[in-house]
Nanobody
Framework: VQLQASGGGLVQAGGSLRLSCTAS????????MGWFRQAPGKEREGVAS????????YYADSVKGRFTISRDNAKNTAYLRMNSLKPEDTAVYYC???????????????WGQGTQVTVSS
C-alpha cells in the first residue's frame, strides 16, 4: 500500500499551505484518512482526520478553526488546508489511512512518507 504526501514547504507565520495525500483506490475508498505531525523532540500527534465517506471530520484543539481536512474520492486524494500558520505548527506531517473508516480516534494502518512544514516567525 502506498500513500504519497506532498505540499510541504517553508512559509511565514500567518501564511497558508495545502498538503495532499494520494492513495490507491482500493485503500482510499474504504479507509478514513488522517494527518499527523511530529515536531523535533516531540511525539507524533493527530492533527485532523476524515471518515471514509467524508461525512465526519475531527481536529486537534490546536488547529481547530485554522486547518481543514477534505477528501476527493474521485481522485483518491485527501487534503489538509492549513491557514494562519504559526511557528509551533512546524513539524513533519504524515498522512495515514485508517481501516476502521471512522476517523476517530485518530489512528493509521498505512502511512505515507512525511512532508516537512516549516513556519518562520
Amino acid at each position: 500500500v502506498q500513500l504519497q504526501a506532498s505540499g510541504g514547504g517553508l512559509v511565514q507565520a500567518g501564511g497558508s499551505l495545502r498538503l495532499s495525500c494520494t492513495a490507491s483506490e482500493r485503500i482510499f475508498s474504504t479507509h478514513a484518512m488522517g494527518w499527523f505531525r511530529q515536531a523535533p523532540g516531540k511525539e507524533r500527534e493527530g492533527v485532523a482526520s476524515i471518515s471514509w465517506s467524508g461525512g465526519r471530520s475531527y481536529y486537534a484543539d490546536s488547529v481547530k478553526g485554522r486547518f481543514t481536512i477534505s477528501r476527493d474520492n474521485a481522485k483518491n486524494t485527501a487534503y489538509l488546508r492549513m491557514n494562519s500558520l504559526k511557528p509551533e505548527d512546524t513539524a513533519v506531517y504524515y498522512c495515514a489511512a485508517d481501516s476502521t473508516g471512522y476517523g476517530y480516534p485518530m489512528r493509521g494502518d498505512y502511512w505515507g512518507q512525511g512532508t516537512q512544514v516549516t513556519v518562520s516567525s
